[in-house]
């Protein structure tokens, strides 16, 4: 480690470190509950495009 | 015990899972949110500072109940692994490889935390000890479990195959937890066992707090999760399309 570090470690608190932690955990956390939110998102999207095309091939004129 | 069986077979249907999970999760979530929330501020705010390590103790708020998922979370996908891979139901095999996501998450939360912890504590953010290399392979082996669900084209034939490896990774927990015991580490012995605890009730119950407010996100995340790769697997299935034209998926 840098010798300037040494030296802030010694006069800062310990706080840095509890942010960094703190933001780590929640940014994190929040990274991992919105995946179901966007995958319900991807699906719903797909769904529709799928069920849309099915119903318009049922619907026309066949040969 | 007929009529537990009974209940129990009756969870492996998709759309009964589906269902349930999406009645337990606003509880589970507003759980976690409401305990997380109390066990932030009594971490943050009054508990006291430790004498040795200063300040820097309240990141063992967030570390230690997430060191704790990441290895409970495992033995989680074990048991889902094995419910799989002996009775082949669907839903066993999608809560198996829901979790892993959450417990790659909560793996990397414990070293990110723990690394920053031991900067102001050991004067170092990472050595080649016991407790952290397995915690750091424990992350691998989620990393592989995914990696393996993602490769293999069919979800059923891909959940099996990382059932295997979950049940192979299984080794690594009691050498997580007995790590420190085993060698010589850097990294202290366990504070609470079951026969106590060495920590002063005043830091010890907003540490149980959060490891409460972890399990309840745990809970909401993987039945999240579960339901969404139930209904795209299933997305042919005319109960997922019911579903989607009432605007509830």
Not at chain 2, 120 to 129: A, E, K, L, N, R
């Given at each position: 480690m840098s010798g300037l570090e040494d030296i802030l470690m010694e006069r800062l608190p310990h706080w840095p470190f509890v942010a960094g932690a703190y933001a780590a955990f929640f940014l994190l956390l929040l990274f991992d509950a919105v995946q179901p939110y966007l995958a319900a998102r991807r699906l719903r999207r797909e769904l529709a495009a799928r069920l849309t095309r099915e119903a318009r091939r049922a619907a026309a004129p066949k040969d | 015990m007929k009529h537990w069986l009974a209940s129990f077979h009756r969870l492996a249907s998709p759309p009964i899972f589906f269902r349930l999970a999406g009645r337990i999760m606003p509880w589970s979530l507003a759980l976690a949110i409401l305990s997380g929330g109390i066990g932030l501020v009594w971490g943050l705010v009054y508990a006291p500072a430790d004498y040795l390590q200063g300040e820097s103790v309240r990141i063992l708020y967030i570390h230690v109940p997430a060191a704790w998922m990441s290895l409970a979370i495992w033995a989680f996908m074990a048991f889902a692994a094995i419910a799989a891979l002996v009775w082949r139901t669907k839903v066993a095999e999608t809560l198996a490889m829901a979790a892993a996501p959450i417990g790659a998450c909560f793996t990397a939360i414990t070293l990110l935390t723990g690394s920053l912890w031991g900067r102001?504590?050991?004067?170092?953010?990472?050595?080649?000890?016991a407790r952290l290399t397995s915690e750091l392979i424990l992350l691998f082996l989620y990393l592989g479990v995914i990696g393996l669900y993602r490769t293999i084209e069919d979800p059923r034939r891909a959940a099996r195959a990382a059932s295997v490896l979950i049940l192979v990774g299984l080794v690594n927990l009691p050498i997580i937890r007995y790590s420190v015991e085993w060698w010589s580490t850097l990294h202290q012995p366990a504070s609470i066992r079951l026969s106590g605890s060495s920590i002063h009730p005043q830091m010890l119950w907003p540490l149980l707090v959060m490891a409460l407010a972890t399990k309840f996100y745990f809970l909401w995340a993987v039945l999240a999760r579960a339901r969404m790769m139930l209904a795209e697997n299933e997305s042919n299935k005319q109960w997922v399309r019911d579903l989607w034209r009432e605007g509830r998926l």
């Open positions: - | 102001p504590t050991w004067g170092t953010y990472w050595v080649w000890d």
